[in-house]
């Protein structure tokens, strides 16, 4: 299980260094630099002591000049290290989100509708900057960290052996403690992901059905629910911040007693004349030097490998209802689309949506499904669509079964309009387009058969529609939904009360000119049975209860006098 979660992220790993290598290593190699310059300045100041003790002028202006030099380098690098990092972050950061985006938008339309968006949310913003923060930013600082230490137990080692063991010693009380801190605050840091993704949740069902909830003045009761939320998500973060802060405190007091652990034994060792007071002076600015590095850096690992959990969690998250690749196909209708006694029930209900439903249709020919509210319409096209697996029975496409098709082949092959419009904060014309190319004939003409043309010449390809298309009418919304799709011309089309939104002569006009449409097979759901429109459809589908209780021509279905017979007299009524 743990291999294949390591070979899970590492992907995203690759994603955060791919064309970024070089960065992180002049990074590295910075910061490897500055921290050698600052063991440098450690043992200077020891020399310096000495120098005066010798009552040497000439060592202590070879010193000084040293030093001087050091100064500067040490400005100049420090400079250019974090002018480096600040690049691999960066880049780093954005293309792991980058990354993430793309895998998230290979999950199909089945995996997708089963999960709660807000887990989507968090990943790309909370825990995206959780990463940027404590992953990123930080595994310079800790390479820095880290060589440091080497670099100041080494100078330790070549001015006082003794001293440098007693060192060694006391530097595991740290290393310890980070190894048994950091596991607890990896748990904490997912708990606060887990609980921003819920809090993320609510706040996004109440932005987008605040007109519901002002409509039924239920605004005490959210309110309710958001201060109950989030109480608990900001209890969730202190009880992260708490432990943050034991660990830090650890942290300093293991380096306190790090530091002056060597210092007192050096002046013992100094009042015994085994090393002079400056070499004493240089150790203990070493011990200072480690000190801060063991002070720091059980905190910076923790919160690294906290990070490093989420990075974790996200390929769990993307993985999750993944629906696996299937057979390829062209996008052309063949031999038809087949249902076989399709039977299917929406998870947690009791009664079925379909029942033991038969259907051929034929290439290019043009279907109107008819019922009452609930009869399974909108639910049989959502099956064509690939939304669900879970039936009963056999949906075939010119042979093959629907469950074994890739979903892109599926997608190049149908095309949905749905009740529901989405619109992109953006122009008219990228709306209809989907930010694709097409010729400016094409865009044409899927304006004109859409019944966008009068929309089009008063304001424009290029007016904006506004959050989810707030600046238009839901009629004009859902032409431009008509009118992507027309634009696409896939060999099967699929409307789901597509003109609902639309004024009577507008929505006769717009099913006329998708009626005109030659060469595609066309489903229509519709709850408006208008007699010219209806007289022109190959086949008329009656849809009751789950079931097809009636199939024909018009005029057949009503000279049946049955439930379609029933059916239309009341809506003419």
């Not at 380098?73 to 985006?101: P, S, W």
């Not at 596991?183 to 519901?212: C, I, M, P, W, Y």
């Not at 839901?474 to 896939?490: D, H, K, M, P, V």
Request: proline share 1%.
């Amino acid at each position: 299980m743990k291999e294949t979660q390591k070979v899970s992220v590492r992907p995203y790993l690759h994603a955060i260094y791919r064309k970024n290598r070089i960065r992180f290593a002049a990074t590295i190699c910075l910061y490897l630099t500055f921290g050698l310059i600052d063991t440098t300045f450690a043992v200077l100041q020891g020399e310096v002591l000495n120098a005066i003790t010798m009552g040497s002028l000439s060592r202590l202006g070879i010193i000084a000049g040293i030093l001087l030099f050091a100064l500067v380098a040490d400005f100049l690098i420090e400079m250019a290290a974090y002018q480096m990092k600040c690049r691999f972050v960066h880049q780093g950061i954005a293309q792991y989100k980058g990354h993430l985006f793309r895998e998230i938008s290979r999950k199909t339309i089945a995996a997708f509708t089963r999960e709660n968006t807000g887990r989507y949310l968090s990943l790309l913003t909370n825990d995206a900057n959780t990463i940027e923060e404590n992953y990123l930013n930080r595994v310079t600082i800790i390479s820095s960290m880290a060589f440091t230490v080497v670099t100041s137990l080494v100078a330790m080692l070549l001015l006082s052996w003794k001293l440098t063991l007693i060192g060694l010693l006391l530097s595991l009380i740290p290393t310890a403690v980070s190894a048994g801190m950091s596991r607890e605050l990896a748990r904490r840091e997912k708990a606060v992901s887990d609980q921003n993704e819920r809090f993320l949740s609510l706040v996004k069902d109440f932005l987008t059905g605040f007109s519901v909830v002002k409509s039924f003045k239920a605004e005490t009761e959210m309110i309710r629910r958001f201060d109950a939320m989030n109480q608990k998500t900001e209890t969730c973060k202190q009880r992260r911040r708490w432990w943050d802060c034991l660990v830090n405190a650890s942290g300093n007091l293991s380096s306190s007693i790090f530091m002056f652990g060597p210092y007192f034994a050096g002046a013992i060792l100094a009042l015994n004349g085994e090393i002079a007071i400056g070499t004493v002076v240089s150790v203990a600015n070493l011990c200072g030097s480690i000190s801060w590095s063991i002070r720091e850096l059980p905190g910076f690992w923790a919160s690294r490998k906290a990070a490093g959990a989420l990075i974790g969690k996200a390929a769990k998250v993307v993985q999750e209802n993944t629906v696996s690749h299937g057979s390829q196909m062209q996008p052309v209708l063949r031999e038809g689309i087949r249902l076989s006694h399709v039977g299917y029930r929406y998870d947690g209900s009791d009664t079925e949506a379909l029942r033991d439903v038969t259907l051929n249709f034929a290439p290019g020919k043009s279907y109107a499904i008819v019922g009452g509210s609930g009869s399974g319409k909108s639910t049989l096209l959502s099956l064509l669509m690939g939304a669900s697996g879970q039936y009963s029975g056999s949906i075939t496409i010119d042979g093959q079964e629907l469950r074994g098709i890739d979903t892109d082949s599926l997608y190049d092959l149908c095309s949905l309009i749905g009740q529901n419009v989405f619109l992109f904060d953006d122009t008219v014309g990228n709306n209809i387009t989907m930010f694709r190319q097409f010729s400016d004939e094409a865009v044409d003409a899927a304006v004109q058969r859409s019944g966008l043309k009068e929309l089009v010449q008063q304001r424009g390809l290029a007016y904006p529609c506004g959050e989810n298309g707030n600046n238009l009418s839901g009629g004009e919304r859902q032409r431009i939904s008509i009118a992507r799709c027309l634009l696409r011309n896939t060999p099967v089309l699929l409307l789901d009360e597509a003109t609902a939104a639309l004024d009577n002569s507008t929505a006769h006009a717009v099913t006329q000119s998708i009626l005109d449409l030659q060469g595609l097979t066309r489903l229509v759901v519709t709850h408006r049975l208008d007699q010219v429109l209806l007289r022109q459809f190959d086949e008329i589908l009656v849809l009751r209860d789950g079931a097809v209780c009636e199939t024909g021509h018009f005029d057949q279905l009503m000279q049946k006098m049955g439930y379609f017979y029933s059916l239309y007299t009341v809506s003419e009524s």
